[in-house]
């Protein structure tokens, strides 16, 4: 069984830059998570869709940043623009239920704005 | 709230050692408790888990007892082994919640 496949898996842009970060879950699960994970800190998450809507984007600064999650499979998170503080590892993760089974996790994109 | 406090590391330890990695949490109703470990760079896996008071969640050698009593889910190993090293998070998922909540992780060094 595939895993959760991020990409890219690293990315440097400048402050104000606009960047965004693809995830493809593991076959058939129909939940998926965006966290930030900011070196030193546990993953926050930012957003968690099911299936192609939206169930939690309490934490997400929408401001600046926006996810979908199109046809209910494959997701897209875009930070426009992009500040230093922004700078982190994002983490997908998909999972077959609400959160109360396994979340099963990508490697991640480290984010690094100058 | 809900909230996870883990010990802070880095924890540095010989091979062979014996481990423990402390956490505690703060919930309302039955948590699910929940420890992942993150390689050097890999993503976050499930190390083991236990849904219930008195349940021991186990893997790998690693073992964690949900201690409703002291609210606690400490993490052991007997025998640690220079490929442990890694990043271990404590997590809980609240009674009718969905997400889970970190702890701050803690960096665990073996050295040969």
Known sequence: EAGVAQSPRYKIIEKRQSVAFWC????????????????????KLLIQFQNNGVV???????????????KGVDSTLKIQPAKLEDS?????????????TEQYFGPGTRLTVT | GNSVTQMEGPVTLSEEAFLT??????????????????????????LLKATKADDKGSNKGFEATY???????????????????????????PDSNYQLIWGAGTKLIIKP
């Open chain 2, 67 to 93: 201690r409703k009593e002291t609210t606690s889910f400490h993490l052991e190993k007997g025998s640690v082994q220079v490929s442990d090293s890694a990043v271990y998070f404590c997590a809980l998922n």
């Open chain 2, 21 to 46: 990695i402390n956490c505690t949490y703060t919930a309302t109703g039955y948590p699910s408790l929940f420890w992942y470990v993150q390689y050097p760079g890999e993503g976050l896996q499930l």
């Open chain 1, 24 to 43: 493809n879950p593991i076959s058939g699960h129909a939940t998926l998570y965006w966290y930030q994970q900011i070196l030193g800190q546990g993953p």
């Open chain 1, 56 to 70: 939690d984007d309490s934490q997400l600064p929408k401001d600046r940043f926006s996810a979908e999650r199109l």
């Open chain 1, 88 to 100: 982190a590892v994002y983490l997908c993760a998909s999972s077959s239920d609400r959160g109360t």
